[in-house]
């Protein structure tokens, strides 16, 4: 057997030099990948936004709560259940809109925030997260959705500097007026979407509140048609503007205690409303309004018949992170960025708060107050 | 140095073909798998939905190959180290490759029984989903949450140690135990 080239090489053997270079080499491959990896892993760009600078700025935001969502802190537990109208079934496969199927839900109300115990203020942005789980099975399907009409800013940069801005100043313990400008000087989007959301009806609780996804996702049908979507859930209810005397009310948590003595009386209905949009509506862009006259479904209705603390052996949401990438098969994603975004730093706060399970404080909504109102006391 | 006694590479006899085919298939899986995993945890942009959308399922397929290959390292165990290995290369090279198996099976099965704790659907495609293996709860989450990311971190490095020996071998020592798995020409078993 004539040995090939290859082999004939190898029996050379190596002189020192030779030697020392080639190790020099495999150190020079070895330290060459740790470096694209540490790289990779973010340890190179101190500029870059990542998990640990979202969370660090809210924390600069609103302070050190541990065990506390890092947004939407202050919450109460509610569930009830999810009935179908299969209106929307033409639109989308998934399981949790066949018409007739009824869903489990394990929801959340919350203020917008990472304060859990900021007193209840007309003005804060309420929000509506809900977990469905289809009773015949299917994908699980999460979402957290807000009482304004757009979101204020477009992108994940964009959220952080919009934090970063409204830090309170360490000497005057107030937020720097002038960082705040110098954000919207570069953000007009911002001030475009806080005009919308500043013109927007406060309604008078949380009962009567519309509650809307922001974000564009996609429905996908049983032949693989994709079409563009935002949702809502929409009050049955009349809906009642919010007084001024109600705000002034010295209860911190008047908004979530009206809900507990709402659900007491009766459970609370919202329609799931799919707005239907066109290819040229701007799906990555949630601080933009779309047109009004887009086709609406009424995809069913939401009933929430109880309601609980967050914590003690009620607070089923309590660990439910409302990541709004949690999809059944026939919703998927948009190009809006802001849902990656959020994705990631929902799965961040969670991982936060549960390392911090043991010094976490009591919710601002107690049992005690929720038992007490639901006995048809004050709380 | 001349007198470096036999080079046994033309003796040195190969994996067996599909033993080859699934290191090197693995090979591929586990490096996308860990440079995927430490970008994801380092970003808010939209390549975070990117990179989870293929780290779950891409560590399915690692859970799915890795059984594979333990039963076919069982069917085909592999060709013996060269005779005159030195004691302590031959501890460290069967050490690390154990612990390779070993990763390479727990990671996975810690990151489906991390998702299951949280609780998250574990998906692999479409409607297609893993049971949950372990009820929701937020301290056993966070615990296997830390150990994913140390595994990871170790199976880096044991990869940078296994990387760096088959160069070793392959440049410095020629000794055949490179080719012996890196070589795609005709098995020297059917040679020899």
């Not at chain 1, 919308?196 to 809307?212: C, E, K, P, Q, Y």
């Not at chain 2, 076919?72 to 050490?95: D, F, I, K, M, S």
């Not at chain 2, 760096?164 to 055949?176: E, I, P, Q, T, W």
Request: aromatic fraction near 8%.
């Amino acid at each position: 057997m004539a040995p090939d080239s290859k082999e004939s090489i190898e029996a050379q053997p190596l002189t020192p030099a030779a030697m020392v270079a080639l190790l020099a080499l495999i150190g020079v491959v070895l330290l060459f990948v740790a470096i694209v990896f540490v790289y990779v892993g973010g340890w190179l760009s101190p500029h870059r936004l990542t998990q640990d600078r979202m969370m660090q700025a809210f924390q600069e935001l609103d302070g050190a709560h541990p065990g506390f969502r890092r947004n939407h802190a202050k919450g109460m537990c509610v569930s009830g259940w999810f009935d179908s109208s299969g209106a929307a079934a033409s639109l989308s496969k998934a399981a949790v809109l066949k018409a007739g199927e009824r869903s489990a839900v394990i929801g959340r109300f919350a203020l917008a925030g990472g304060m859990p115990f900021q007193a209840d203020a007309p003005g804060q942005v309420r929000s509506m997260a809900l977990r469905f789980l289809p009773a015949g099975g299917g994908g699980e399907w999460r979402t957290a959705i807000n009482n304004i009409p757009v979101f204020p800013v477009n992108t994940a940069q964009g959220f952080y500097e919009q934090l970063l801005a409204a830090r309170p100043d360490p000497s005057t313990g107030k937020p720097d007026p002038a960082a705040m400008k110098a954000f919207l000087v570069h953000h007009p989007e911002t001030v475009r979407a806080g005009a919308l959301i500043n013109a927007r009806v406060v309604s008078s609780g949380f009962a009567d509140s519309t509650f809307n996804s922001l974000d564009t996702f996609r429905f996908v049908n049983a032949a693989g048609v994709s079409t563009p979507v935002r949702w809502a859930m929409e009050p049955l209810r009349p809906v009642v503007t919010e007084a001024a005397a109600q705000a002034a009310r010295t209860d911190k948590n008047y908004l979530f205690d009206d809900l507990i003595a709402q659900i007491r009386q009766q459970p609370l209905k919202w329609r799931l409303m799919i707005t239907v949009g066109r290819p040229d509506d701007p799906t990555n862009d949630a601080t933009r309004p779309w047109p009004v006259a887009r086709q609406r479904i009424d995809a069913g209705t939401l009933t929430l018949d109880a309601v609980s603390s967050e914590d003690g052996s009620g607070g089923a949401c309590l660990w439910i992170s409302y990541d709004p990438m949690v999809l059944p098969a026939g919703i998927e994603a948009s190009d809006d960025p802001i849902l990656s975004a959020r994705s990631a730093a929902y799965a961040r706060s969670l991982t936060l708060r549960a390392e911090e399970k043991s010094q976490k404080a009591p919710s601002a909504v107690t049992p005690q107050e929720v038992r007490a109102l639901l006995a048809g006391g004050k709380p | 140095m001349t007198e470096r006694q036999p080079r046994p590479s033309q003796r040195q006899p190969q994996f067996p073909a599909i033993s080859r085919l699934l290191h090197w298939l693995m090979a591929l899986m586990v490096l996308s798998m860990l440079f995927i995993g430490i970008g994801m945890a380092a970003t808010e942009s939209p390549r975070y939905h990117v990179l989870i959308s293929i780290h779950r399922p891409l560590g399915i397929s690692v859970l799915a190959v890795v059984i594979i290959r333990i039963v076919n390292r069982l069917l085909n165990p592999p060709p013996p180290l060269p005779a005159g290995l030195p004691g302590w290369q031959r501890v460290a090279a069967e050490g690390s490759h154990y612990l390779l198996y070993a990763l390479m099976l727990i990671l996975p099965l810690v990151g489906w029984c991390m998702l299951s704790a949280m609780p998250y659907p574990v998906v692999f495609a479409g409607s297609w989903h893993l049971p949950a293996i372990l009820p929701p709860n937020p301290t056993v989450y966070a615990w296997l949450r830390q150990t994913h990311t140390v595994l990871a971190l170790l199976l880096f490095l044991t990869f940078l140690v296994h990387f760096g020996a088959a160069l070793l071998h392959g440049l410095v020592l020629r000794d055949g135990v490179l080719q012996s798995m890196a070589s795609f020409g005709r098995s020297r078993r059917q040679r020899a």
